[in-house]
Nanobody, 119 residues
Framework: QVQLVESGGGLVESGGSLRLSCAAS????????IDWFRQAPGKEREGVSC???????YYQDSVKGRFTISRDNANNTVYLQMNSLKPEDTAVYYC?????????????WGQGTQVTVSS
């Protein structure tokens, strides 16, 4: 069964850190770019970060310098290290496969993990 599973979300104080994981099963992540999206209540989903199959990384301006995306192909997992978290980072975070960063062909999605940052 093809599946992406996010984990690592939770409640953290402003300025704190969390590391999200996106683990794949039933297929290998190697050839895919992986996008991280988030959706806050009442807001549209937005792209946060992406890592291409060759390891190139991209970030939304609001998270640059605070978030780091990485991939561990041996463990079929992509990570999103989130530091200096702010209340405006509160959202459900999703990972998804893509052909290339920014391509928008998100065939596989995880179920999401809640991140809540208290002020």
């Amino acid at each position: 069964q093809v599946q992406l599973v996010e984990s690592g979300g939770g409640l953290v104080e402003s300025g704190g850190s969390l590391r999200l994981s996106c683990a794949a099963s039933g297929f290998t992540l190697d050839p895919y770019a992986i996008d991280w999206f988030r959706q806050a209540p009442g807001k549209e989903r937005e792209g946060v970060s992406c890592i291409s199959s060759d390891g190139s990384t991209y970030y939304q301006d609001s998270v640059k310098g605070r978030f780091t995306i990485s991939r561990d192909n041996a463990n079929n997992t992509v990570y999103l290290q989130m530091n200096s978290l702010k209340p405006e980072d509160t959202a459900v975070y999703y990972c998804a496969t893509d052909l290339f960063c920014g391509w928008g062909k998100n065939d596989h999605w995880g179920q999401g993990t809640q991140v809540t940052v208290s002020s």
